[in-house]
């Protein structure tokens, strides 16, 4: 007798015993099953008659191999050899075209192409992560040319990266607040401090003053030291390499701002952030929202700080230990 022959007579058994005693907990101990088992065949009997009681393919319905079409391998190919992409980058690229791969699945592709692996500089492995814990609690700012008469203005916040990208023909204080307006609009929660670097577009008196207007404290970071705006530094150089290098920016019919928008919503909902371990800006948002401070409340803190305008010299250095909070 074979093996599924054995086992449709045993389950046939099962419920011969359950129909004699009436009671699956009886039966089950009786035949030495789990009463979990017994209500699943009992089940399957009673929706499907005695072919229910054979066991079911093992097989799964979609294996992993067969969501991958020549199509989609070549594009796969074609990014690694043009772009020099690795698997993460191809997915996160791949997710923008609704095609869903899991950073393995296409390291899975160009392996089985023979790909060579691309040769990383290996980090320090004694480096510490800060980020502050409540959205809003601070915010760098950065602007960065991406092609002749086009300057992208970034704003990333610290704790969700959440971040709000425009682009304006030049660096002029006055799309600099404009470019603030754009921020206070796009975050879903006060902001309580915005960071810069010594850039005239940020560190000057009528920026400063628009802070003010907003409740706002200003913290520009040190001379020569961008790293202290690390942040927004990365979040542009992954735009760069992941989004502004699909074009053709000498193309005048481009529309950049849409485009601007259009990666923001992206990077901001669907992107997978490393450093959030693998979660969305929106995610994290959303996560943290109930740490969120009410407007007055912020308010209070601008006041109670008695917030001054910094003068854009070597004077403010003076002042850096004891207001940089």
């Known amino acids: 007798m074979k093996d599924n022959e054995r086992q449709i007579k045993a389950r046939k058994n099962w419920l011969k015993v359950y129909q004699d005693v009436g009671s699956v907990s009886k039966a089950a101990l009786r035949c030495g099953v789990a009463r979990s088992t017994m209500y699943r065949w009992i089940k399957r009997y009673s929706e499907e008659g005695e072919s229910g009681l054979s066991d079911k393919p093992k097989r799964p319905k979609n294996l992993t191999n067969t969501k991958v079409s020549k ?50 500089r290996r ?51 006055e799309n600099t607040i404009h470019f603030l307006s754009e921020v206070i609009d796009t975050f879903e929660f006060p902001i309580q401090r915005i960071q810069t670097d010594w850039g005239t577009e940020f560190f000057n008196y009528d920026f400063q003053y628009e802070l003010h207007e ?8 040190k001379p020569k030291t961008p790293h202290l705006n690390g942040k927004v530094e990365r979040t542009q150089q992954t735009d760069k390499v992941e989004f502004w290098s699909l074009f053709d920016l000498s193309d005048d019919s481009l529309n950049l701002e849409y485009l601007a928008i259009e990666w923001q919503e992206f990077y901001n909902k669907k992107r997978p952030h490393s450093s959030l371990n693998g979660k969305t800006p929106w995610q994290k948002l959303k996560s943290v929202e109930h740490l969120i401070p009410i407007q007055p409340d912020v308010t209070k803190q601008f006041w109670d700080s008695k917030e001054e305008v910094w003068p854009r010299n070597y004077e403010y250095l003076k002042r850096f230990k004891n207001t940089n909070k």
């Not at 992409?85 to 997915?91: D, L, V, Y």
């Not at 609704?98 to 592709?109: E, G, Y």
């Not at 907003?214 to 970071?221: A, G, M, Y």
């Open 123 to 173: 980090k320090k492995s004694d480096y510490k992560r800060y980020n502050k814990e409540i959205p809003g609690e601070r915010v760098q700012l950065d602007a960065t040319k991406i092609w002749k008469g086009a300057y992208q203005f970034t704003a990333i916040d610290d704790c969700t990266r959440m971040k709000t990208i425009r682009i304006y023909p030049n660096k002029k204080v």
């Open 214 to 221: 907003h409740f706002i404290k200003f913290r520009p970071i």
């Open 71 to 120: 199509e989609i391998e070549l594009l796969i190919l074609e990014l690694r050899r043009k772009k020099k992409w690795g698997a993460q980058r191809i997915s996160i690229h791949l997710l923008r075209k609704n095609i869903r791969l899991s950073p393995m699945t296409v390291w899975r592709v160009l392996s089985n192409n023979n790909v060579s692996p691309i040769v990383k």
